[in-house]
């Protein structure tokens, strides 16, 4: 029962192709950045468009309002909701919304992820994505195009400590527009140790049009706060943050370096209730 699952995405990474693929990265999960992008092993609403099975951990409902902030740039600037409940029995909903660009350019995502607990020990998501991009002449609208694409992802709870996970984004390739430009396809498998609460070590791999990159995080809970760092290749850039959280409320922040670029930084408000 848990071999089939991961011997089937260990799979997809290996034979993903490296086509060309339209649109920003338009996942924000502050704490998975601050931990080297490792979010196919993490839980919470955040996480949905790393992978989809992380939103059946949710038990309270969560709103979180975030923002991605490129290169230090404000024009690239990308704003983000996440939030999920309790659907039925062992099963959960999530919602992601993105916006990235201005009045010339902008691209928009909304996600909706169905989630559940297929045994106690194994999660699975399924999540539908909408992308829009709109190009004006400052004047009137240029041009707009829409697509539609499927995410899905697992999550296996192995010897209490360990956890096995894996996404697929676009499995099916889809395009967008007149062009047929591909939106992006990307597998992410990973895994996750949590030797006490909150601290967690996380090792993924993942596999785009970029190629293969490695991602190690860590966390490190220290009483209200916990630090968070993490590293990844192609390029190679590190990064680190910070999460702390009081009466249901969680402020989250994180920092990512670029070998040319300059510093990213992210930020997050979650609200449990």
Same mark, same amino acid.
């Not at 919304?97 to 928009?108: A, I, P, S, T, V």
């Not at 106690?120 to 992308?131: A, E, H, K, R, W």
């Not at 195009?145 to 999550?155: D, E, H, L, P, S």
């Given at each position: 029962m848990r071999v089939k699952p991961a011997v089937f995405f260990i799979t997809l990474l290996i034979l993903a192709g490296q086509s060309e693929a339209a649109f920003e990265e338009l996942e924000i999960g502050v704490a998975s950045q601050a931990m080297g992008g490792t979010g196919v092993v993490l839980f919470g609403a955040e996480m949905a468009l790393f992978n989809p099975a992380a939103v059946a951990g949710v038990r309270n409902r969560t709103l979180t309002v975030s923002g991605r902030l490129p290169f230090s740039k404000i024009d690239f600037a990308t704003c983000g909701i996440d939030g999920a409940f309790h659907l039925s029995g062992r099963w959960n909903v999530g919602l992601n +919304? =993105?916006?990235?660009?201005?009045? #010339? *350019?902008?691209?928009?995502m909304a996600a909706v992820t169905l989630a559940g607990m297929l045994t @106690? @020990? $194994?999660?699975? %998501? +399924?999540?539908?994505? &909408? *992308?829009m991009a709109s190009i004006a002449d400052g004047v009137s609208e240029y041009g707009s195009?829409?697509? $539609?694409?499927?995410? $899905?992802?697992?999550?296996v =709870? $192995?010897?209490?400590r360990w956890l096995l996970a894996a996404s697929v984004r676009n499995p099916f390739q889809a395009r967008l527009g007149e062009s047929g430009e591909y939106l992006k396809r990307r597998i992410d498998v990973g895994l996750r140790y949590e030797p006490a609460t909150g601290m967690i070590s996380a090792l993924t791999f993942s596999r785009d049009f970029n190629g293969m990159r490695i991602h190690v995080g860590q966390s490190l809970p220290l009483g209200l706060v916990?630090? +968070?760092? %993490?590293?990844? /290749?192609?390029?190679? /850039? &590190? /990064?680190? %943050? #910070?999460?702390? /959280?009081?009466? %249901?409320?969680? +402020?989250?922040?994180?920092? &990512?370096?670029h070998p040319q670029l300059d510093l990213t930084h992210q930020f997050g408000v979650t609200c449990d209730f």
């Open positions: +919304l =993105r916006y990235f660009g201005g009045d #010339l *350019y902008n691209e928009q @106690d @020990d $194994m999660s699975f %998501g +399924l999540q539908p994505v &909408i *992308y195009a829409t697509a $539609m694409a499927v995410n $899905m992802g697992f999550q =709870r $192995m010897y209490n916990t630090i +968070l760092a %993490g590293v990844q /290749s192609n390029p190679v /850039s &590190i /990064s680190g %943050g #910070l999460n702390t /959280s009081t009466f %249901g409320i969680a +402020l989250k922040y994180a920092v &990512i370096t």
